[in-house]
């Protein structure tokens, strides 16, 4: 596998996976599963990739960065206040029922299960 391919796998696997990947992971991916050998990609050369790739989408709005647990994309800070809109945080909705249970905590404790029973005049 030339230079080339092998950046081209780990630009892949690292924009498709959920978690970050260490090194020692992402050398699994250069390991021929039949014969079980690994080929001449090395933990220096993955670093030197990643270097490489950090660079090339340093103009861009996701950003390869290097985390205690391994490496991985992510958006950049700035992109933050634009990604929000696509998912705004709504406010939690509560029932009525919650809530009053919820005063009823906040004004009488300690308060048992029984106690909160008694006062609304249902069984929770």
Avoid at 33 to 51: C, G, K, T, V, W
Wanted: charged share 30%; hydrophobic share 35%; aromatic share 6%.
């Amino acid at each position: 596998m030339n230079i080339a391919e092998a950046k081209k796998v780990l630009e892949t696997a690292l924009l498709c996976t959920h978690e970050p990947l260490s090194i020692n992971d992402l050398k699994k991916l250069y390991v021929d599963p039949e014969s079980e050998e690994s080929s001449d990609i090395n933990a220096e050369m993955i670093r030197q990739m990643l270097d490489e790739l950090r660079t090339e989408w340093a103009d861009k709005g996701v950003e390869v960065v290097s985390l205690s647990t391994g490496w991985r994309f992510q958006s950049r800070k700035e992109m933050k206040v634009y990604l929000e809109r696509l998912n705004p945080e709504k406010p939690p909705r509560y029932t009525r029922a919650t809530l009053e249970t919820l005063a009823i905590i906040a004004y009488r404790q300690p308060v048992t299960r029984g106690d909160i029973e008694d006062i609304r005049g249902v069984a929770v």
